[in-house]
Each structure stands twice: as C-alpha cells, then as structure tokens.
C-alpha cells in the first residue's frame, strides 16, 4: 500500500487496497483463529435455515414452491452433525433441536417420501422390504430416545 499525504486514507475493508502477500497473511491469521467447532456449528445453522426456507416456513420468495427432498437432506445433515456440535452448544442445544423437530414435522406434514434404499446386491433380485418406523421401546424410537421419527432414516 503506498501512502500519499494528499489522498485519503485506504480502506481497511476493501481487499483490492492489500497486496496478494497481506491478503494470504490476513487468510492464515482467519485460518489460525477459526474452530472446526465453529464450522460445524454454521453448517447446521445454515442447514436449518435453508431447510426451513425450502419447506416454506420463513415467508420464502414469491413464486417460490417448497421442496421437500432439500428439507429432508436438511434435516439428514442437521442430524448427522448435531452430536458432534451439541456440546458445544451447552443450553443453545435446545434452539437448535427445537429448530429441527420444526423442519422435521413440516416434512412429515408435507407427505413427502423419503427415498427408496438402493439394494445391497442388486443382481440378487431380492427386493427389499418397506422401512419401517421405530416400534416404542427400539432404541432409535421417538419415544425412548426423544426424537421424531424422519422417513428414511
């Protein structure tokens, strides 16, 4: 950055004021302080508000038609994730899971189908069988464990 008394001060905001050697030092200084925790956390943040948004629960744009395939991979990924963030939330766990059971009755709401499971062998010719929800008592059962039941898990 060159200095002239005359011209005003740059703009620390603006990356075209930095060189290409401050602006990798600026990245790894960003890449030293960030948490794979805090990543993670976005990602379910970010998943739950797009799965609402695709599920038509935020007001979504006009013309906008839900899609509950998005909701569902929403609610997969928010799953797949929530273990891994919840301790780290501590009490901000229970928005998170509230947000979620939201996303997760406007999927069973819509009607929508989660899925067929590819067979394991498909040259067998053996078709596999309708998924089941959890029975009361089985320990991925809504019941026993709290949660709700998502087609396709």
Aim: glycine share 10%.
């Amino acid at each position: 950055m060159s200095t002239n008394p005359g011209a005003p001060p740059p703009d620390p905001d603006n990356p075209d004021n930095f060189s290409d050697e401050e602006l990798r030092a600026a990245y790894e200084a960003e890449l030293a302080r960030i948490r794979v925790d805090d990543v993670l956390i976005q990602t379910v943040v970010s998943l739950l508000n797009l799965g609402a948004r695709r599920a038509g629960l935020t007001g979504a744009a006009e013309g906008e038609e839900p899609d509950f395939e998005q909701v569902r991979l929403a609610i997969e990924g928010t799953r797949a994730l929530l273990g891994l963030v919840e301790p780290t939330l501590g009490p901000d766990a229970k928005q998170v899971r509230d947000a979620l059971s939201q996303l997760q009755l406007a999927y069973a709401r819509s009607g929508a189908k989660a899925p067929a499971a590819a067979p394991a062998d498909a040259g067998d010719g053996a078709k596999d069988a309708p998924a089941q929800p959890p029975k009361p008592g089985d320990p991925d059962s809504a019941v026993s464990s709290g949660r709700l039941w998502v087609p396709g898990r």
